[in-house]
Nanobody
Framework: QVQLVESGGGLVQPGGSLRLSCVAS????????MGWFRQAPGGQRELIAS???????DYADSVKGRFTISRDYAKNTVYLQMNSLKPDDTAVYYC????????WGQGTQVTVSS
């Protein structure tokens, strides 16, 4: 079973940027879709960005144009570059395969506040 470890979250002011990382315990096929999810307090976990292979990406409308997903296959790592952050982006962020989830990691907290 693949273990996923997310990191890179923190407290940032509105308009700021963060880069999240998700390291997998083993290599993941490029044909597998990997995604970033987030769960706000009291809310459901939602898929916000996904990537298949090296180019095919998809984003939720709420983050389109601000977030960028990327993968480094050599490092078994998926990234999420988040720019122009808003208070509504405050959530715990997770990565996972889509569909056919691996075990969920602990996530990384992102708080956007002045």
């Amino acid at each position: 079973q693949v273990q996923l470890v997310e990191s890179g979250g923190g407290l940032v002011q509105p308009g700021g940027s963060l880069r999240l990382s998700c390291v997998a315990s083993r290599s993941i096929s490029s044909t597998d879709t990997m995604g970033w999810f987030r769960q706000a307090p009291g809310g459901q976990r939602e898929l916000i960005a996904s990537m298949t292979g090296g180019r095919n990406t998809d984003y939720a409308d709420s983050v389109k144009g601000r977030f960028t997903i990327s993968r480094d296959y050599a490092k078994n790592t998926v990234y999420l570059q988040m720019n122009s952050l808003k208070p509504d982006d405050t959530a715990v962020y997770y990565c996972n395969r889509v569909p056919g989830y691996f075990s969920w990691g602990q996530g990384t907290q992102v708080t956007v506040s002045s």
